[in-house]
């Protein structure tokens, strides 16, 4: 079984500032994982991925996550934060058995 | 356009009365899923299915069927909805891989009084 846990529900921050929202996992199996972005009234898409090879992923919209293993973890950073960056985002992992498992999300508020 | 769409997005209904939302993608993916949304639980999958009809359980298939005829619909079925089955429902899809990211539709917001 693997499961998400996202660690902060609420991250309110100031523009300009940087942020990170943090994820641990936990499976029996290597794990492919991804972090979302639902902005409001939308469905979720997709931010970042890492599925191998370098631990340090970069995504769209300025944000990068780190993998590691040890800690099992996959932190989401950015080092600037725009008023448009007010979302929930999502940690989640893929299984082999294809069943997909979401964290609780963390809502990002950036204020001016 | 690569898109998953759903209908209806929004539905208000009372409780016991059958009702269907769709969900239809054209990208030719084998893999769908249901998920529903609540506040403060964040998505958890309801059904998925790896390919025509090949479904199974997540997480919260209690009160819930789907099917999987055509690779390119997945409807899902409350036969007799109840009230703690007011959330907010999204449909996905991706490719077989492991390392496919899923894309979702809009959402569909569901009220049974």
């Known amino acids: 079984a693997q499961s998400v846990t996202q660690l902060d529900s609420q991250v309110p921050v100031f523009e300009e500032a940087p942020v990170e929202l943090r994820c641990n996992y936990s499976s029996s199996v290597s794990v492919y994982l991804f972090w979302y972005v639902q902005y409001p009234n939308q469905g979720l898409q997709l931010l970042l991925k890492y599925l191998s090879g370098s631990t340090l992923v970069k995504g769209i919209n300025g944000f990068e996550a780190e993998f590691n293993k040890s800690q099992t973890s996959f932190h989401l950073r950015k080092p600037s934060v725009h008023i448009s960056d007010t979302a929930e985002y999502f940690c989640?992992?893929?299984?082999?058995?294809?069943?997909?498992?979401f964290g609780d999300g963390t809502t990002l508020t950036v204020k001016p | 356009e690569a898109q998953v769409t759903q209908n209806p997005r929004y539905l208000i209904t009372v409780t016991g009365k059958k009702l269907t939302v769709t969900c239809s993608q054209n990208m030719n993916h084998e893999y769908m899923s249901w998920y529903r949304q609540d506040p403060g639980l964040g998505l958890r999958q309801i059904y998925y299915?790896?390919?025509?009809?090949?479904?199974d359980k997540g997480d919260v298939p209690e009160g819930y069927k789907v099917s999987r005829k055509e690779k390119r619909n997945f409807p899902l079925i409350l036969e007799s909805p109840s009230p703690n089955q007011t959330s907010l429902y999204f449909c996905?899809?991706?490719?077989?891989?492991?390392?496919?990211?899923?894309?979702f539709g809009p959402g569909t917001r569901l009220t049974v009084t």
């Open positions: 989640a992992v893929n299984t082999n058995a294809g069943k997909s498992t």
């Open positions: 299915s790896m390919n025509v009809e090949v479904t």
């Open positions: 996905a899809s991706r490719g077989l891989a492991r390392g496919y990211e899923q894309y």
